[in-house]
């Protein structure tokens, strides 16, 4: 083999060393820097991905927090309409109660007249039919003749005396 012959050392050490030399100046200039590069654009990428996202964040935090304030504001103004509302319709309420109890005064006092009236009315029927039946029965078991007057003077008694 004559890699191994010991005569051929020298030449193989030399060119070992040129080899060495290109490569190494090769790397140093060509392969390094392009690596560094490829290094330092994806450093400088996730920095800015990372400050992308803290600010995307910040922003999220201070829409939300905005959101909420918003969300207690309407909240609050919902309440005070609801609290608005229920009072006017409070005193709508007792407005239309109160126009309901004087239209049901004026209506019971209407009854009452009514029924006052017919009650009168009954009774005066019922007099004269009492004063009639009277006579009638006068007549009949008596054998008597008595004036109507008489007769209603004496039935108005008797229903004094009841009333």
Do not use: C
Not at 19 to 38: D, H, N, R
Not at 125 to 147: F, G, M, N, Q, Y
């Amino acid at each position: 083999m004559p890699q191994l012959n010991i005569a051929d050392f020298p030449p193989q050490l030399v060119w070992l060393a040129i080899t060495f030399v290109i490569l190494y100046f090769l790397m140093a200039k060509v392969a390094i820097p392009g690596i560094s590069e490829v290094l330092e654009s994806r450093q400088n990428r996730i920095s800015s991905d990372l400050e992308e996202a803290r600010r995307l964040s910040e922003d999220a935090d201070k829409a939300k927090a905005d959101y909420e304030q918003a969300l207690a504001e309407a909240r609050a103004k919902a309440h005070g309409i609801v609290s608005e509302l229920k009072a006017s319709m409070a005193k709508e309420q007792e407005a239309s109660k109160a126009e309901l109890d004087a239209e049901l005064a004026k209506k019971a006092k209407a009854a009452e007249a009514s029924i006052r009236e017919a009650k009168e009315t009954a009774l005066s029927h019922v007099r004269e039919i009492a004063a009639e039946t009277a006579k009638s029965a006068v007549t009949k078991l008596v054998a008597i003749d008595v004036s109507d007057k008489d007769v209603e003077a004496a039935v108005a008694g008797s229903m004094k005396g009841e009333a």
